[in-house]
Protein backbone atom coordinates (compact mmCIF):
# COMPACT_ATOMS: atom_id res chain seq x y z
CA UNK A 1 0.00 0.00 0.00
CA UNK A 2 1.16 3.53 -0.96
CA UNK A 3 -0.52 6.67 -1.39
CA UNK A 4 -0.59 6.37 -5.10
CA UNK A 5 -2.99 3.48 -4.61
CA UNK A 6 -4.73 4.90 -1.84
CA UNK A 7 -5.84 7.59 -3.71
CA UNK A 8 -6.04 4.94 -7.05
CA UNK A 9 -8.99 3.40 -4.53
CA UNK A 10 -10.67 6.11 -3.40
CA UNK A 11 -10.62 7.71 -7.30
CA UNK A 12 -11.93 4.77 -8.46
CA UNK A 13 -15.03 4.48 -6.14
CA UNK A 14 -15.82 8.15 -7.18
CA UNK A 15 -15.42 6.81 -10.57
CA UNK A 16 -18.28 4.31 -9.62
CA UNK A 17 -20.74 6.47 -8.42
CA UNK A 18 -20.23 8.51 -11.75
CA UNK A 19 -20.67 5.11 -13.69
CA UNK A 20 -24.11 4.64 -11.99
CA UNK A 21 -25.76 7.35 -12.14
CA UNK A 22 -24.85 7.82 -15.49
CA UNK A 23 -25.75 4.32 -16.20
CA UNK A 24 -29.65 4.87 -14.10
CA UNK A 25 -30.23 7.29 -16.52
CA UNK A 26 -28.86 5.46 -19.85
CA UNK A 27 -31.08 2.68 -18.76
CA UNK A 28 -34.17 4.79 -18.46
CA UNK A 29 -33.37 5.99 -21.90
CA UNK A 30 -32.42 3.22 -23.38
CA UNK A 31 -35.51 1.24 -22.85
CA UNK A 32 -37.95 4.03 -23.10
CA UNK A 33 -36.51 4.29 -26.84
CA UNK A 34 -39.95 1.83 -28.47
CA UNK A 35 -42.36 4.43 -26.71
CA UNK A 36 -40.32 7.22 -28.04
CA UNK A 37 -40.29 6.02 -31.51
CA UNK A 38 -44.01 5.17 -31.78
CA UNK A 39 -45.49 8.23 -30.08
CA UNK A 40 -42.41 11.04 -30.28
CA UNK A 41 -43.58 14.16 -28.03
CA UNK A 42 -47.08 13.25 -28.83
CA UNK A 43 -46.40 10.70 -25.62
CA UNK A 44 -46.46 14.06 -23.26
CA UNK A 45 -49.91 14.88 -24.72
CA UNK A 46 -51.76 11.13 -25.17
CA UNK A 47 -54.69 11.27 -23.06
CA UNK A 48 -55.24 7.46 -23.45
CA UNK A 49 -53.51 4.84 -21.68
CA UNK A 50 -54.74 1.54 -22.43
CA UNK A 51 -52.56 -1.54 -22.53
CA UNK A 52 -55.43 -3.72 -24.41
CA UNK A 53 -55.38 -2.03 -27.31
CA UNK A 54 -51.68 -0.88 -26.74
CA UNK A 55 -52.03 3.08 -26.29
CA UNK A 56 -49.82 5.04 -24.10
CA UNK A 57 -50.42 8.12 -23.42
CA UNK A 58 -48.58 10.06 -20.21
CA UNK A 59 -51.04 13.40 -19.68
CA UNK A 60 -53.26 11.49 -17.37
CA UNK A 61 -50.57 10.62 -14.40
CA UNK A 62 -48.37 14.19 -15.08
CA UNK A 63 -52.04 15.96 -14.51
CA UNK A 64 -52.16 13.46 -11.78
CA UNK A 65 -49.04 13.85 -10.13
CA UNK A 66 -48.84 17.73 -10.36
CA UNK A 67 -52.35 18.21 -9.23
CA UNK A 68 -51.50 15.77 -5.92
CA UNK A 69 -48.47 17.28 -5.77
CA UNK A 70 -49.59 20.83 -5.30
CA UNK A 71 -52.57 19.92 -3.65
CA UNK A 72 -50.35 18.78 -0.87
CA UNK A 73 -48.05 21.85 -1.09
CA UNK A 74 -50.98 24.15 -0.65
CA UNK A 75 -52.16 22.17 2.36
CA UNK A 76 -48.93 21.15 3.75
CA UNK A 77 -47.35 24.60 3.90
CA UNK A 78 -49.29 26.32 6.59
CA UNK A 79 -48.77 23.51 9.05
CA UNK A 80 -45.02 23.35 7.96
CA UNK A 81 -44.20 26.71 7.98
CA UNK A 82 -45.74 27.54 11.88
CA UNK A 83 -44.02 24.38 12.77
CA UNK A 84 -40.55 25.85 11.67
CA UNK A 85 -41.12 29.23 12.82
CA UNK A 86 -42.04 28.07 16.61
CA UNK A 87 -39.35 25.21 16.59
CA UNK A 88 -37.09 28.44 15.35
CA UNK A 89 -38.03 31.26 17.12
CA UNK A 90 -40.81 30.26 19.82
CA UNK A 91 -39.09 27.10 21.55
CA UNK A 92 -36.48 28.57 23.81
CA UNK A 93 -35.96 26.26 26.55
CA UNK A 94 -34.00 23.19 25.11
CA UNK A 95 -35.80 20.52 26.46
CA UNK A 96 -39.09 21.78 24.51
CA UNK A 97 -36.73 22.34 21.34
CA UNK A 98 -35.36 19.00 21.41
CA UNK A 99 -38.64 17.20 22.12
CA UNK A 100 -39.98 19.23 18.97
CA UNK A 101 -36.84 18.21 16.76
CA UNK A 102 -37.17 14.67 17.85
CA UNK A 103 -40.83 14.64 17.14
CA UNK A 104 -40.09 16.16 13.87
CA UNK A 105 -38.01 13.28 13.31
CA UNK A 106 -40.02 10.84 14.23
CA UNK A 107 -43.10 11.82 11.49
CA UNK A 108 -39.67 11.98 8.45
CA UNK A 109 -38.52 8.03 10.17
CA UNK A 110 -42.15 6.25 9.80
CA UNK A 111 -41.91 4.06 6.79
CA UNK A 112 -43.99 5.30 3.51
CA UNK A 113 -46.41 2.02 3.30
CA UNK A 114 -47.22 2.86 6.74
CA UNK A 115 -48.50 5.96 5.69
CA UNK A 116 -50.78 4.35 3.08
CA UNK A 117 -51.89 1.76 5.92
CA UNK A 118 -52.90 4.97 8.12
CA UNK A 119 -54.37 6.67 5.34
CA UNK A 120 -56.52 3.62 3.81
CA UNK A 121 -58.36 3.37 7.20
CA UNK A 122 -58.22 7.16 8.84
CA UNK A 123 -58.12 9.61 5.66
CA UNK A 124 -60.38 7.60 3.32
CA UNK A 125 -63.28 7.21 5.13
CA UNK A 126 -62.98 10.96 5.91
CA UNK A 127 -63.11 11.74 2.15
CA UNK A 128 -65.95 9.43 2.00
CA UNK A 129 -67.99 11.63 4.18
CA UNK A 130 -67.10 14.86 2.46
CA UNK A 131 -67.95 13.31 -0.92
CA UNK A 132 -70.62 12.16 0.64
CA UNK A 133 -71.76 15.61 1.86
CA UNK A 134 -70.23 18.09 -1.40
CA UNK A 135 -72.46 15.57 -3.82
CA UNK A 136 -69.13 13.54 -5.51
CA UNK A 137 -69.01 9.77 -5.99
CA UNK A 138 -67.95 8.40 -2.45
CA UNK A 139 -64.84 6.25 -3.46
CA UNK A 140 -62.74 7.49 -0.53
CA UNK A 141 -59.77 6.94 -2.24
CA UNK A 142 -58.66 9.54 -4.99
CA UNK A 143 -56.49 12.47 -5.73
CA UNK A 144 -57.28 14.39 -2.46
CA UNK A 145 -56.72 11.17 0.15
CA UNK A 146 -53.58 11.24 -1.38
CA UNK A 147 -52.65 14.88 -1.10
CA UNK A 148 -54.08 14.56 2.15
CA UNK A 149 -51.48 12.01 3.56
CA UNK A 150 -48.62 13.13 1.47
CA UNK A 151 -49.03 16.60 3.09
CA UNK A 152 -48.35 14.99 6.45
CA UNK A 153 -44.93 13.51 5.18
CA UNK A 154 -43.32 16.11 3.86
CA UNK A 155 -44.42 18.66 6.51
CA UNK A 156 -41.25 17.28 8.32
CA UNK A 157 -38.55 18.25 5.71
CA UNK A 158 -40.28 21.96 5.13
CA UNK A 159 -40.40 22.44 8.96
CA UNK A 160 -36.77 21.34 10.09
CA UNK A 161 -35.30 23.78 6.75
CA UNK A 162 -37.64 26.49 7.96
CA UNK A 163 -35.98 26.21 11.60
CA UNK A 164 -32.55 25.83 10.30
CA UNK A 165 -32.89 28.90 8.43
CA UNK A 166 -34.85 30.70 11.19
CA UNK A 167 -32.06 30.31 13.89
CA UNK A 168 -29.54 31.74 11.27
CA UNK A 169 -31.14 35.20 11.41
CA UNK A 170 -28.27 36.95 13.08
CA UNK A 171 -29.52 37.67 16.49
CA UNK A 172 -28.15 41.48 15.75
CA UNK A 173 -30.74 42.38 13.56
CA UNK A 174 -34.05 40.51 15.34
CA UNK A 175 -32.37 42.89 18.54
CA UNK A 176 -32.78 45.67 16.83
CA UNK A 177 -36.24 45.27 15.85
CA UNK A 178 -36.88 44.64 19.61
CA UNK A 179 -35.16 47.32 20.85
CA UNK A 180 -37.33 50.01 18.74
CA UNK A 181 -40.21 48.33 20.31
CA UNK A 182 -41.67 45.45 17.62
CA UNK A 183 -43.53 42.44 19.16
CA UNK A 184 -42.53 39.06 18.63
CA UNK A 185 -45.07 38.69 15.77
CA UNK A 186 -43.53 42.06 14.11
CA UNK A 187 -40.15 40.96 14.39
CA UNK A 188 -40.94 37.56 12.79
CA UNK A 189 -42.97 38.73 9.93
CA UNK A 190 -41.00 41.68 9.32
CA UNK A 191 -37.73 40.60 9.83
CA UNK A 192 -37.35 36.98 9.86
CA UNK A 193 -39.26 35.76 7.26
CA UNK A 194 -38.46 38.00 4.90
CA UNK A 195 -34.27 37.64 5.53
CA UNK A 196 -34.83 33.63 5.07
CA UNK A 197 -37.04 34.02 2.22
CA UNK A 198 -35.03 32.04 -0.01
CA UNK A 199 -34.30 28.88 2.40
CA UNK A 200 -38.44 29.19 2.34
CA UNK A 201 -38.04 28.80 -1.83
CA UNK A 202 -35.34 26.35 -1.55
CA UNK A 203 -37.76 24.49 1.07
CA UNK A 204 -41.01 23.85 -1.21
CA UNK A 205 -39.04 22.80 -3.75
CA UNK A 206 -37.46 20.59 -2.05
CA UNK A 207 -40.72 19.11 -0.54
CA UNK A 208 -42.26 19.29 -4.09
CA UNK A 209 -39.72 16.90 -5.31
CA UNK A 210 -40.16 14.87 -2.33
CA UNK A 211 -43.93 14.99 -3.14
CA UNK A 212 -43.55 14.24 -6.98
CA UNK A 213 -41.78 10.85 -6.42
CA UNK A 214 -43.44 9.70 -3.29
CA UNK A 215 -44.49 5.96 -4.50
CA UNK A 216 -46.11 3.74 -1.64
CA UNK A 217 -48.46 5.81 0.01
CA UNK A 218 -49.83 7.62 -2.61
CA UNK A 219 -50.12 4.21 -4.84
CA UNK A 220 -52.44 2.70 -2.24
CA UNK A 221 -54.87 5.71 -1.45
CA UNK A 222 -54.98 7.73 -5.27
CA UNK A 223 -57.29 4.88 -6.59
CA UNK A 224 -55.20 3.86 -9.73
CA UNK A 225 -57.29 4.81 -12.39
CA UNK A 226 -56.04 5.89 -15.99
CA UNK A 227 -58.74 8.38 -16.92
CA UNK A 228 -57.96 11.72 -17.02
CA UNK A 229 -58.53 13.97 -13.10
CA UNK A 230 -61.11 16.16 -13.40
CA UNK A 231 -61.25 17.40 -9.72
CA UNK A 232 -59.27 16.75 -6.58
CA UNK A 233 -62.28 13.79 -6.05
CA UNK A 234 -61.73 11.99 -8.52
CA UNK A 235 -59.50 8.92 -9.02
CA UNK A 236 -55.90 9.54 -10.71
CA UNK A 237 -52.46 8.24 -10.61
CA UNK A 238 -49.16 9.76 -10.53
CA UNK A 239 -46.19 8.86 -12.90
CA UNK A 240 -44.65 6.77 -9.51
CA UNK A 241 -48.02 5.03 -8.69
CA UNK A 242 -48.97 3.59 -12.07
CA UNK A 243 -45.47 2.47 -12.46
CA UNK A 244 -45.86 0.61 -8.90
CA UNK A 245 -49.60 -0.66 -9.69
CA UNK A 246 -48.89 -1.91 -12.95
CA UNK A 247 -45.30 -3.02 -13.54
CA UNK A 248 -45.67 -6.13 -12.70
CA UNK A 249 -48.34 -7.10 -14.77
CA UNK A 250 -47.21 -5.61 -18.23
CA UNK A 251 -47.64 -8.01 -20.60
CA UNK A 252 -46.44 -6.49 -23.66
CA UNK A 253 -42.93 -4.73 -24.05
CA UNK A 254 -44.65 -1.53 -24.75
CA UNK A 255 -46.82 -1.37 -21.69
CA UNK A 256 -43.34 -1.66 -20.14
CA UNK A 257 -41.31 0.67 -21.91
CA UNK A 258 -43.82 3.13 -21.99
CA UNK A 259 -43.69 3.11 -18.01
CA UNK A 260 -39.79 3.73 -18.33
CA UNK A 261 -40.47 6.48 -20.18
CA UNK A 262 -42.96 7.99 -17.41
CA UNK A 263 -40.19 6.73 -15.05
CA UNK A 264 -37.51 9.08 -17.36
CA UNK A 265 -39.88 11.85 -17.39
CA UNK A 266 -40.09 11.25 -13.14
CA UNK A 267 -36.12 11.29 -12.70
CA UNK A 268 -35.66 14.43 -14.93
CA UNK A 269 -38.14 16.49 -13.00
CA UNK A 270 -36.87 15.14 -9.74
CA UNK A 271 -33.09 15.51 -10.84
CA UNK A 272 -33.92 19.40 -11.61
CA UNK A 273 -36.36 20.08 -8.44
CA UNK A 274 -33.78 19.11 -6.24
CA UNK A 275 -30.86 20.67 -8.06
CA UNK A 276 -32.61 24.42 -8.00
CA UNK A 277 -33.56 23.66 -4.60
CA UNK A 278 -30.08 22.89 -3.83
CA UNK A 279 -28.59 25.75 -5.66
CA UNK A 280 -30.67 28.06 -3.53
CA UNK A 281 -29.83 26.47 -0.60
CA UNK A 282 -26.49 26.75 -0.67
CA UNK A 283 -26.91 30.60 -2.30
CA UNK A 284 -28.01 31.56 0.69
CA UNK A 285 -26.01 29.62 2.63
CA UNK A 286 -23.15 31.59 1.42
CA UNK A 287 -24.87 34.56 1.68
CA UNK A 288 -25.52 34.34 5.53
CA UNK A 289 -21.67 33.49 6.12
CA UNK B 1 -53.44 61.79 21.46
CA UNK B 2 -52.03 59.42 23.94
CA UNK B 3 -55.48 57.79 24.12
CA UNK B 4 -54.84 56.64 20.39
CA UNK B 5 -51.52 55.56 20.90
CA UNK B 6 -52.16 53.09 24.00
CA UNK B 7 -55.33 52.16 21.32
CA UNK B 8 -52.66 51.32 18.97
CA UNK B 9 -50.04 49.57 21.21
CA UNK B 10 -53.52 47.49 22.47
CA UNK B 11 -53.96 46.12 19.01
CA UNK B 12 -50.48 45.06 18.20
CA UNK B 13 -50.33 43.74 21.42
CA UNK B 14 -53.69 41.77 20.13
CA UNK B 15 -51.86 41.12 16.81
CA UNK B 16 -49.53 39.24 19.18
CA UNK B 17 -51.35 36.99 21.06
CA UNK B 18 -53.15 36.20 18.22
CA UNK B 19 -50.23 35.41 15.96
CA UNK B 20 -48.96 32.84 18.87
CA UNK B 21 -52.08 31.28 18.61
CA UNK B 22 -52.38 30.83 15.11
CA UNK B 23 -48.68 28.77 15.24
CA UNK B 24 -49.58 27.50 18.04
CA UNK B 25 -52.80 25.46 16.45
CA UNK B 26 -51.04 23.76 13.63
CA UNK B 27 -47.99 23.00 16.23
CA UNK B 28 -50.83 20.70 18.19
CA UNK B 29 -52.88 19.69 15.05
CA UNK B 30 -49.40 18.03 13.58
CA UNK B 31 -48.99 16.30 17.21
CA UNK B 32 -52.72 14.88 17.48
CA UNK B 33 -52.10 13.61 13.74
CA UNK B 34 -48.31 11.76 14.75
CA UNK B 35 -50.00 10.47 18.18
CA UNK B 36 -53.31 9.35 16.71
CA UNK B 37 -50.94 7.46 14.06
CA UNK B 38 -48.41 5.87 16.23
CA UNK B 39 -51.89 5.11 19.11
CA UNK B 40 -53.64 3.24 16.07
CA UNK B 41 -50.43 1.24 14.65
CA UNK B 42 -50.00 0.06 18.27
CA UNK B 43 -53.64 -0.68 19.06
CA UNK B 44 -54.43 -2.51 15.47
CA UNK B 45 -51.06 -4.25 15.68
CA UNK B 46 -51.10 -5.91 19.38
CA UNK B 47 -53.84 -7.77 18.46
CA UNK B 48 -52.06 -9.44 15.81
CA UNK B 49 -49.12 -10.50 17.94
CA UNK B 50 -48.56 -13.97 19.36
CA UNK B 51 -45.85 -16.74 19.12
CA UNK B 52 -47.52 -17.96 15.71
CA UNK B 53 -46.83 -14.53 14.28
CA UNK B 54 -42.90 -14.34 15.06
CA UNK B 55 -42.38 -18.12 14.29
CA UNK B 56 -44.80 -19.43 11.19
CA UNK B 57 -44.53 -18.50 7.79
CA UNK B 58 -47.47 -17.03 6.02
CA UNK B 59 -50.82 -19.03 5.04
CA UNK B 60 -51.94 -19.33 2.01
CA UNK B 61 -55.35 -17.14 0.41
CA UNK B 62 -57.99 -17.28 2.83
CA UNK B 63 -56.17 -19.59 5.74
CA UNK B 64 -56.39 -18.57 9.26
CA UNK B 65 -53.55 -18.40 11.03
CA UNK B 66 -50.09 -18.31 10.50
CA UNK B 67 -47.38 -15.57 10.64
CA UNK B 68 -44.86 -13.54 9.37
CA UNK B 69 -41.84 -15.02 10.20
CA UNK B 70 -40.81 -15.04 5.79
CA UNK B 71 -41.37 -11.26 5.99
CA UNK B 72 -38.94 -11.05 9.31
CA UNK B 73 -35.91 -13.31 8.03
CA UNK B 74 -36.63 -11.64 4.37
CA UNK B 75 -36.15 -8.27 6.05
CA UNK B 76 -33.21 -8.98 8.04
CA UNK B 77 -31.20 -10.46 4.70
CA UNK B 78 -31.71 -8.04 2.32
CA UNK B 79 -31.14 -5.07 4.76
CA UNK B 80 -27.97 -6.96 6.07
CA UNK B 81 -26.78 -7.25 2.03
CA UNK B 82 -27.55 -3.54 1.49
CA UNK B 83 -25.26 -2.52 3.97
CA UNK B 84 -22.60 -4.76 3.69
CA UNK B 85 -22.71 -3.27 -0.43
CA UNK B 86 -22.88 -0.01 0.76
CA UNK B 87 -21.35 0.66 3.66
CA UNK B 88 -17.70 0.32 2.45
CA UNK B 89 -18.61 1.90 -0.97
CA UNK B 90 -19.60 4.74 1.05
CA UNK B 91 -16.60 5.23 3.36
CA UNK B 92 -14.61 5.35 0.15
CA UNK B 93 -16.25 8.23 -1.49
CA UNK B 94 -16.97 10.45 1.55
CA UNK B 95 -13.21 10.15 1.75
CA UNK B 96 -12.47 11.12 -1.79
CA UNK B 97 -14.30 13.65 -1.10
CA UNK B 98 -13.26 14.58 1.95
CA UNK B 99 -9.43 14.27 0.58
CA UNK B 100 -9.58 16.46 -2.71
CA UNK B 101 -13.08 19.39 -1.54
CA UNK B 102 -11.55 21.50 -4.34
CA UNK B 103 -11.36 19.50 -7.11
CA UNK B 104 -14.07 20.12 -9.83
CA UNK B 105 -15.04 16.45 -10.56
CA UNK B 106 -15.79 16.69 -6.15
CA UNK B 107 -17.73 18.91 -6.51
CA UNK B 108 -19.46 17.59 -9.82
CA UNK B 109 -19.53 14.09 -7.62
CA UNK B 110 -21.20 15.83 -4.81
CA UNK B 111 -23.87 17.03 -6.94
CA UNK B 112 -24.62 13.17 -8.37
CA UNK B 113 -24.24 11.84 -4.64
CA UNK B 114 -27.11 14.82 -3.67
CA UNK B 115 -29.37 14.06 -6.99
CA UNK B 116 -29.19 10.15 -6.22
CA UNK B 117 -30.25 10.53 -2.87
CA UNK B 118 -33.78 12.92 -4.17
CA UNK B 119 -34.26 9.88 -6.69
CA UNK B 120 -37.38 8.46 -6.61
CA UNK B 121 -37.15 5.01 -4.95
CA UNK B 122 -39.15 3.28 -7.57
CA UNK B 123 -36.95 4.27 -10.17
CA UNK B 124 -34.00 2.13 -8.59
CA UNK B 125 -36.58 -0.21 -8.39
CA UNK B 126 -37.75 -0.50 -12.33
CA UNK B 127 -33.53 -0.05 -13.44
CA UNK B 128 -32.26 -2.87 -11.14
CA UNK B 129 -35.32 -5.33 -12.53
CA UNK B 130 -34.04 -3.93 -16.28
CA UNK B 131 -30.54 -4.94 -14.87
CA UNK B 132 -30.55 -7.74 -12.55
CA UNK B 133 -34.32 -9.82 -12.36
CA UNK B 134 -34.30 -9.25 -16.37
CA UNK B 135 -30.61 -11.31 -16.95
CA UNK B 136 -31.82 -13.60 -14.06
CA UNK B 137 -34.91 -14.63 -15.56
CA UNK B 138 -35.99 -14.31 -11.64
CA UNK B 139 -37.17 -12.14 -8.56
CA UNK B 140 -33.87 -12.15 -6.07
CA UNK B 141 -32.99 -11.08 -2.65
CA UNK B 142 -29.86 -10.34 -4.01
CA UNK B 143 -31.59 -8.17 -6.58
CA UNK B 144 -33.72 -6.62 -3.77
CA UNK B 145 -30.71 -5.96 -1.71
CA UNK B 146 -28.80 -4.21 -4.26
CA UNK B 147 -31.92 -1.54 -4.86
CA UNK B 148 -31.97 -0.92 -1.14
CA UNK B 149 -27.63 -0.58 -1.40
CA UNK B 150 -28.78 2.67 -4.35
CA UNK B 151 -30.87 3.99 -1.48
CA UNK B 152 -28.69 3.58 1.48
CA UNK B 153 -24.87 4.37 -0.97
CA UNK B 154 -26.08 8.10 -1.22
CA UNK B 155 -27.66 8.62 2.16
CA UNK B 156 -24.77 7.60 3.98
CA UNK B 157 -21.79 9.41 1.72
CA UNK B 158 -23.26 12.35 2.35
CA UNK B 159 -23.63 11.63 6.47
CA UNK B 160 -19.94 9.75 6.42
CA UNK B 161 -18.90 12.92 4.48
CA UNK B 162 -19.69 15.25 7.22
CA UNK B 163 -18.10 13.36 9.80
CA UNK B 164 -14.81 13.34 8.18
CA UNK B 165 -15.07 17.10 8.04
CA UNK B 166 -15.63 17.49 11.53
CA UNK B 167 -12.48 15.74 12.43
CA UNK B 168 -9.95 18.14 13.51
CA UNK B 169 -7.84 18.86 10.84
CA UNK B 170 -4.97 18.99 13.58
CA UNK B 171 -5.27 15.34 13.84
CA UNK B 172 -4.64 14.88 10.54
CA UNK B 173 -1.54 17.58 10.35
CA UNK B 174 -0.45 16.28 13.47
CA UNK B 175 0.14 12.29 11.71
CA UNK B 176 1.80 14.14 8.14
CA UNK B 177 3.93 16.16 9.87
CA UNK B 178 5.22 12.89 11.20
CA UNK B 179 6.14 12.07 8.15
CA UNK B 180 2.86 9.12 7.95
CA UNK B 181 1.56 8.63 4.66
CA UNK B 182 -1.67 9.94 3.76
CA UNK B 183 -3.32 6.01 3.58
CA UNK B 184 -1.84 5.52 7.14
CA UNK B 185 -3.14 8.71 8.38
CA UNK B 186 -6.65 7.60 7.07
CA UNK B 187 -6.64 4.56 8.54
CA UNK B 188 -4.65 5.02 11.60
CA UNK B 189 -6.61 8.09 12.84
CA UNK B 190 -9.07 10.11 10.40
CA UNK B 191 -11.18 6.47 10.49
CA UNK B 192 -10.65 5.93 14.26
CA UNK B 193 -11.71 9.42 15.05
CA UNK B 194 -14.95 9.47 13.08
CA UNK B 195 -16.01 5.62 13.90
CA UNK B 196 -18.53 6.55 16.23
CA UNK B 197 -20.27 8.88 14.09
CA UNK B 198 -20.05 6.09 11.31
CA UNK B 199 -21.54 3.77 13.18
CA UNK B 200 -24.72 6.07 14.49
CA UNK B 201 -25.14 6.82 10.29
CA UNK B 202 -24.92 3.49 9.58
CA UNK B 203 -27.58 2.66 11.96
CA UNK B 204 -30.17 5.70 10.69
CA UNK B 205 -29.29 4.33 6.98
CA UNK B 206 -30.43 0.68 8.09
CA UNK B 207 -33.82 2.63 9.83
CA UNK B 208 -34.83 4.07 6.48
CA UNK B 209 -33.70 1.55 4.15
CA UNK B 210 -35.74 -1.30 6.37
CA UNK B 211 -38.86 0.91 5.20
CA UNK B 212 -38.25 0.87 2.10
CA UNK B 213 -40.72 -0.76 -0.39
CA UNK B 214 -41.01 0.96 -3.96
CA UNK B 215 -37.47 -0.57 -4.68
CA UNK B 216 -38.58 -4.06 -4.05
CA UNK B 217 -41.49 -3.99 -5.82
CA UNK B 218 -40.02 -5.54 -9.13
CA UNK B 219 -36.96 -7.33 -7.28
CA UNK B 220 -36.95 -8.70 -4.03
CA UNK B 221 -40.81 -8.99 -5.18
CA UNK B 222 -42.21 -11.40 -1.80
CA UNK B 223 -42.60 -14.99 -1.18
CA UNK B 224 -44.60 -17.06 0.97
CA UNK B 225 -41.93 -19.10 2.18
CA UNK B 226 -38.95 -18.94 4.70
CA UNK B 227 -35.69 -19.00 1.99
CA UNK B 228 -32.40 -17.69 2.90
CA UNK B 229 -31.53 -18.35 -0.37
CA UNK B 230 -30.14 -14.84 -2.56
CA UNK B 231 -30.94 -16.04 -5.68
CA UNK B 232 -34.88 -16.67 -4.95
CA UNK B 233 -38.02 -13.94 -4.35
CA UNK B 234 -38.31 -13.06 -1.05
CA UNK B 235 -40.69 -11.21 1.37
CA UNK B 236 -40.08 -8.07 3.57
CA UNK B 237 -42.14 -6.36 6.10
CA UNK B 238 -43.13 -3.72 4.27
CA UNK B 239 -43.98 -5.99 1.57
CA UNK B 240 -46.15 -8.07 3.40
CA UNK B 241 -47.89 -4.90 4.68
CA UNK B 242 -49.03 -3.19 1.41
CA UNK B 243 -49.83 -7.39 -0.15
CA UNK B 244 -51.84 -8.10 3.10
CA UNK B 245 -54.03 -4.52 3.43
CA UNK B 246 -54.71 -4.92 -0.18
CA UNK B 247 -56.21 -8.29 0.56
CA UNK B 248 -59.98 -8.86 1.44
CA UNK B 249 -59.45 -10.88 4.41
CA UNK B 250 -59.89 -9.40 8.25
CA UNK B 251 -57.33 -11.69 9.40
CA UNK B 252 -54.20 -10.12 6.46
CA UNK B 253 -55.53 -6.41 7.44
CA UNK B 254 -54.73 -7.79 11.27
CA UNK B 255 -51.30 -8.94 10.51
CA UNK B 256 -50.46 -6.01 8.17
CA UNK B 257 -51.03 -4.09 11.34
CA UNK B 258 -49.13 -6.46 13.18
CA UNK B 259 -46.00 -5.86 10.43
CA UNK B 260 -46.31 -2.30 10.62
CA UNK B 261 -46.43 -2.75 14.75
CA UNK B 262 -42.85 -4.65 14.48
CA UNK B 263 -41.89 -2.10 11.56
CA UNK B 264 -42.45 1.14 13.50
CA UNK B 265 -40.31 -0.18 16.53
CA UNK B 266 -37.72 -0.89 15.00
CA UNK B 267 -36.96 2.06 13.03
CA UNK B 268 -37.73 4.13 16.07
CA UNK B 269 -35.58 2.36 18.46
CA UNK B 270 -33.03 2.91 16.37
CA UNK B 271 -33.85 6.50 15.13
CA UNK B 272 -35.05 8.04 18.31
CA UNK B 273 -32.11 7.61 20.29
CA UNK B 274 -29.79 7.99 17.65
CA UNK B 275 -31.68 11.43 17.38
CA UNK B 276 -31.27 12.61 20.55
CA UNK B 277 -27.56 11.88 20.63
CA UNK B 278 -26.65 13.74 17.69
CA UNK B 279 -28.52 16.72 19.67
CA UNK B 280 -26.53 16.37 22.65
CA UNK B 281 -23.52 16.56 20.43
CA UNK B 282 -24.17 19.34 18.77
CA UNK B 283 -25.36 21.61 21.40
Known amino acids: MNDRRYFRILSGAALVILLLFAAILLTLVVDSLPTMQAYGLSFLTGRQWNPVTQEFGALPFLVGTLLTSFVALLLSLPLSLSVGIVMGEYLRSPFLSKAMSVFINLLASIPSVVYGLWGMTTVVPLVQKLEIAAGFPPYGVGILSAALVLAIMIIPYMASLTSEVMKRVPDSIKDGALALGATRQEMVTGISLPYIRSGIAAGVLLSLGRALGETMAVTMLIGNATRMPNSIFSLGNTLASVVASQFNEAESDLHRSAMMALALILFLVSFLTNLIGRKIVGKSEAANV | ?283
Open chain 2, 1 to 283: MSEESSGLLRRRRRKNSLFTVLLAIPVIIVVFILGHMLGKIFINGVKALNLDFFTKAQKPFGEPGGGIANAIIGSVIVVLLATVISLPIAVLVALYLAENPEKRIAKTLLVVVNALQGLPSIIIGIVIYSWMVVPMKSFSALAGGVALSFIMIPLLTTTIREIFVLVPGSYREAALSLGVPRWRTTVGVILPAALPGILNSTGLGIARIAGETAPLLFTAFGSPYISTALGKPISTLPLIIYEYIKSPYDDWHQKAWGAALLLVCFVLLITVPMNLRKDRSKG
